[in-house]
Structures are given as C-alpha cells and as structure tokens.
C-alpha cells in the first residue's frame, strides 16, 4: 500500500473540505494546523542522527508546513514515545535540538509514553493574520514557478549515510538538519493578492509541481538548468534525478503572478495540459504523469 493511497482512502471516508494541503486552514479561528510523524527506522536512523539533530528536524519538518500554507509558524506540540533504553540525555538533546530549530516558533506541550521504538509526532499551528493563505489547487495558467532552497542536496546526504560515507559533510547535513523556507513564505504571503498555490517539496520537487498541477487541473512547464541546487551534486550519476525526485529538501515552490515571481527564483510557468514537464539542458522535453512521478519518489511504505 503506498502513501497516497492511504490518504485517498482517508479523504473519501471523511469527505472532509479540510483535507488536501499541507495545513488544514481553520479560517473562522484564524489558524492553520499541521502534524508529521517521524519513526525510527522508517524516518530515520539512530546510528545516522543524533537526538539533538532529531529534535531540530522534528520541530523543522512541520514549521516547513506552515510555511507552505503561508501563515506564520507559532506553537509546537510534542508527543515523543520512547523505549525503556533511553536516558534523560537524549530526552534533553532532544527538546534543545527542537527549541534551537524553533528559533522563537513555542513548544507548549505535547504526552510522552512509552514504546518499542521512538516516535515522535508534531503538531504545529500558524496564524493567518495578515496574510494570504494558499492552496495547490489555485495554480492557474500563465503564473509562474518559483522556488526556494537547494534541491537534491538532502537525498544525497541519505544515500551518503546509506553507504557508510561522511563527505561531503553539507549534504548529509542538509538531510539531518534542514531549513524551512520562512522568509520566502512571509514575503509571499503578507504582499501577494491572487490566489496562488505553494507547497514544501518534502516529497520531492517533482511530486510538489504534480500535485499542484493536479490539484489545478494544469500542466507545469519547467526549466531544470533554473533549479537551485548544489552544482557538487554532479558526482553522482543520476544527479538529475536527485535534484527531481529526491525528497526531505524542504524548500518551496510555488505558483504566482509576474508582479511576485520577478522578485524570486523562477523555473518554469503554469500552461494548459496535465502533468509536469521538464525541459532539460541537453534540449530533451519530457513529460511526466502523476503515475510516472508516484513511481519515482520515496515511499514511507
């Protein structure tokens, strides 16, 4: 069973209008609410990760889906369950790593229990005051892709890991220790006034450029030689895959008018159609489906 699967099965049993962004945008409180799940050995790793960096990555994955609806990240709630082996030291690491990835985003509570393996699971909450939220089904045809942060860099970092290697150090420390897109997100959301689509590229920069193109019922035309990224990751053969399918970068791309993208990294434009198109630099045009990407991204499962 993959991922999408199972939250296609959520969403036809609820029947809920909530469902279907990286936030559920509680309009009439003024919020936006988020929860991730990270799961030893299915997420992570303790012989890769130390408790600390697993704290700032808890607390980074869900400030980046916050970011990605365009509120203003706030609170944290934590629920950490833990088997008998661990020590108050990793309790600590833990919660310093979350309040230094923070950096002033509050951790007001949460429920710790016990467990075979660790478990930690976040809820984050941002506001919407002054600004505009988004959703993947506003990309509209003749808006504009841009982006923020590196792409690939977190994938090569886990395939470094995966293979007992330490160097280059940035890539598995982009994969350890990522970075939300908070700026790019506020200045977007406190100055832009159409409706536009935004989502974090957890799952690739692919998979977020499908799902929008999806959700708006267009195609997405990109240019890969305008993809940020870490011009070191050309070691590895299959770069361009990296940099396409690879996930856990946590930056943001987003769908948006002229008068906003001229300030930003633009890759490509919102057209007609279905699916994603990627322009690559030895002039090869490739179009690919939603089955074709699915097929292509890391599974949870």
Known sequence: MKEKE????????????????????????????????LVEDVHFKRDFITSYQLGWKSAMVNISDICASG?????????????????????EEFYK????AANGVEIVGGDITGADKIFVSVAAIGRTLGRKISSRKNAK???????????GSSSAGL???????K????????????????????????????????MDTS????????????????????????????????????YEDLILFGGEDYG?????GDDIAKDFTAIGEVKKGSGVTVLYQNGLRKNFTKTDIENKIFNHF
């Not at 036809?12 to 799940?37: F, H, K, M, P, R």
């Not at 045809?141 to 792409?151: E, N, R, S, Y």
């Open 167 to 198: 160097e280059p150090e940035k890539f598995i420390k982009a994969h350890l220790m990522p970075s939300a897109q908070v700026e790019f997100s506020r200045e977007i959301a406190e100055n832009i006034k159409e409706d536009y689509a935004m």
């Open 141 to 151: 045809v003749g808006q504009k892709i841009i982006v923020a942060g590196l792409h």
């Open 97 to 100: 790593g979350m309040k230094a």
């Open 6 to 37: 199972l939250l296609n099965t959520i969403k036809t049993v609820l029947n809920s209008s909530y469902i279907g962004d990286d936030c559920a945008y509680l309009e009439d409180l003024g919020i936006v609410i988020t929860q991730d799940n």
């Open 71 to 91: 509120a203003e990240p706030k609170y944290l709630t934590v629920g950490l369950s833990l088997p008998q082996e661990i020590n108050n030291n990793f309790v």
């Open 252 to 256: 943001l791309v987003a769908a948006v």
């Open 203 to 238: 799952d690739g920069l692919a998979d977020a450029l499908s799902q929008i193109a999806e959700a708006g019922g267009v195609n997405i035309e990109i240019d890969f030689s305008k993809i940020p990224y870490d011009k070191d990751l050309k070691v590895f053969e299959d």
């Open 159 to 165: 395939r470094l890991l995966m293979n007992g290697q």
